[in-house]
């Protein structure tokens, strides 16, 4: 059952439908619950996308995560980094092609995320250990 949604998925009281987003009577309109990425959404928060140069140059003496919607291993490592995920650089490969080219050159030739650069070294998929104990170390 998603927000102010009611048993038969008709908008709870107070709510209205319109154009798949609810509205409620008090607040501004927001979508309906839009299944696992939805959730990682509100309980991680959606990165802000930096462009690939930038956060390459950032990744030279910090951490940055290439990473794109809907990949379970990239949700398994916003979880765990969320409560540090302000000194990560997170470029999203779908809006970013230099980024995804990038990512495509350090994994022969696939987009495989995440890719996370620590202090200048790409690792694919590595552990959220790994990166949680890269953030401690800066």
């Known amino acids: 059952m998603g927000i102010g949604v009611g048993s038969a998925g008709a908008p709870a009281a107070g709510h209205t439908r319109r154009r798949g987003r609810?509205?409620?009577a008090d607040?501004?309109?927001?979508r309906a619950y839009a299944g696992p990425m939805g959730l990682i959404d509100l309980m991680a928060g959606r990165p802000a996308s930096t462009p690939h140069?930038?956060?390459?140059?950032?990744a030279e003496h910090g951490v940055?995560?290439?990473?794109?919607?809907?990949?379970?291993?990239?949700?398994?490592l916003r979880?765990?980094?969320r409560g540090r995920r302000?000194?990560?650089?997170?470029?999203?490969?779908?809006e970013d092609d230099a980024g995804?080219?990038?990512?495509?050159s350090v994994n022969q030739g696939n987009e495989t995320v995440p890719t996370v650069v620590i202090d200048g070294a790409a690792h694919t998929n590595p552990s959220p250990a790994v990166v949680?104990?890269?953030?401690?170390?800066?």
Not at 27 to 30: K, L, N, S, V
Not at 132 to 138: D, E, F, S, T, Y
């Open 100 to 104: 995804r080219a990038y990512v495509a």
């Open 86 to 94: 302000e000194q990560i650089t997170w470029v999203n490969i779908w």
């Open 22 to 24: 609810i509205r409620c």
């Open 64 to 76: 940055a995560v290439y990473w794109r919607p809907g990949c379970m291993f990239c949700d398994r």
């Open 53 to 58: 140069a930038e956060a390459l140059a950032r």
């Open 27 to 30: 607040a501004t309109p927001q």
């Open 132 to 138: 949680k104990a890269a953030l401690a170390a800066h």
């Open 79 to 81: 979880m765990s980094v």
